[in-house]
């Protein structure tokens, strides 16, 4: 089955620091990988969206700059938070899905973010 | 923007009995409506989804309707058991791929024994 390994499954850092998390999707191909945050109290909101051989599509709210994305193969994706505050906090989750075969998007286990 | 509302920001049921949970979207070109759980403290697992092709699914335990008029969809949880608590998302998507998953603000499901 589809399974999406995300880690690390926690982390802290200061303020003003920057932290990397990478998601492996195994046993499908992820095409797409979209990048989520759910802040405290609140729903999932998109960060940004990439699909294999196209460009990264960010949402409103957030940038490249802030929150660099890379997937370089159908199996990988890293995201970095780039000088983390307080507002950055939260579950950040990795979701992939292959649009060759399904529609479904499988979620990682996710990364908690706190900042000091 | 697109918007999908989820009505129950909390639900309390008896085991055993069923619970429903209502979901409204605003964009009409959403053909895609899965629903995830989420367990205290963990990410969010996919629990069922339907396409804009049928109007019911039905996964044992489980039961999606869409009203694509209304453009509302629920899901109906039968013979609930306390495992079944947790928060229930519903999201909805447009047809192709490189559009995104829209999510609603979660039902906290409690079944109590």
């Known amino acids: 089955g589809a399974l999406v390994y995300q880690y690390p499954r926690r982390t802290i850092c200061k303020s003003g620091t920057s932290m990397r998390m990478e998601c492996q999707a195994v046993g499908f191909q992820a095409t797409s990988v979209a990048w989520y945050r759910q802040s405290p109290q609140k729903t999932f909101e998109l960060i940004a969206l990439s699909t294999v051989n196209s460009a990264i599509k960010y949402e409103q709210n957030f940038t490249q700059e802030k929150f660099p994305i890379s997937h370089p193969n159908l199996s990988f994706s890293s995201m970095t938070v780039l000088n983390a505050y307080l507002e950055d906090r939260g579950l950040y989750l990795c979701?992939?899905?292959?649009?060759?075969?399904?529609?479904?998007?499988?979620f990682g286990s996710g990364t908690r973010l706190t900042v000091l | 923007g697109e918007k999908v509302e989820q009505h129950e920001s909390t639900l309390s049921v008896r085991e055993g009995d069923s619970a429903v949970i209502n979901c409204t979207y605003t964009?009409?070109?959403?053909?895609?409506f899965p629903w995830y759980k989420q367990e205290a403290g963990k990410s969010l697992h996919f629990v069922i989804d339907i396409r804009s092709n049928v109007d019911r699914k039905q996964s044992q335990r489980l039961i999606v309707l869409l009203d694509k008029k209304a453009k509302r969809f629920s899901l109906h949880i039968t013979a609930t058991q306390p495992e079944d608590s947790a928060i229930y998302f519903c999201?909805?998507?447009?047809?192709?791929?490189?559009?995104?998953?829209?999510f609603g603000i979660g039902t906290l499901l409690s079944v109590k024994p």
């Open positions: 964009d009409t070109a959403s053909s895609y």
């Open positions: 979701g992939a899905v292959d649009w060759g075969s399904a529609e479904t998007l499988y």
């Open positions: 999201a909805a998507k447009r047809g192709s791929s490189g559009n995104k998953l829209i």
